[in-house]
């Protein structure tokens, strides 16, 4: 069993940064994906940076590509999302998640489709 306990969330302005941070308590395995997955305002749940912990292989959504990083400190059991350049656009609940095996999700997937999720830590950009 696994949780996932997100923090590092708050009030940036346009162009600022922010690195999230996710507690995992339980198994890492070594065929996992995990994911940070976000909720905007009026919008579903997506993906927005995963990482496969076979490879290190890194994958990102489009909107975010170039000012977000995912890593993964395995002696630490923690996950990171350093975010740069924050847009409005990017103002959203944030949630680590993780999927056993090698299979990739759908970026849009509901959070409960994940084999575990955290409860989210809050982003918000503003002037």
């Known amino acids: 069993q696994v949780q996932l306990v997100e923090s590092g969330g708050g009030l940036v302005q346009p162009g600022g940064s922010l690195r999230l941070s996710c507690a995992v308590s339980g198994h890492i395995g070594q065929t996992d994906w995990m994911y940070w997955v976000r909720q905007g305002p009026g919008t579903g749940f997506e993906w927005v940076a995963a990482?496969?912990?076979?490879?290190?292989?890194?994958n990102y959504g489009d909107f975010v590509k170039g000012r977000f990083t995912i890593s993964l400190d395995k002696a630490k059991n923690m996950m990171y999302l350093q975010m740069n350049r924050l847009q409005s656009e990017d103002a959203a609940v944030y949630h680590c998640?993780?999927?056993?095996?090698?299979?990739?999700?759908?970026?849009?997937?509901?959070?409960?489709?994940?084999?575990?999720w955290g409860q989210g830590t809050q982003v918000t950009v503003s002037p």
């Open positions: 998640a993780l999927t056993r095996g090698p299979t990739l999700v759908r970026r849009t997937i509901p959070l409960a489709t994940y084999s575990y």
């Open positions: 990482f496969y912990t076979k490879t290190n292989t890194t």
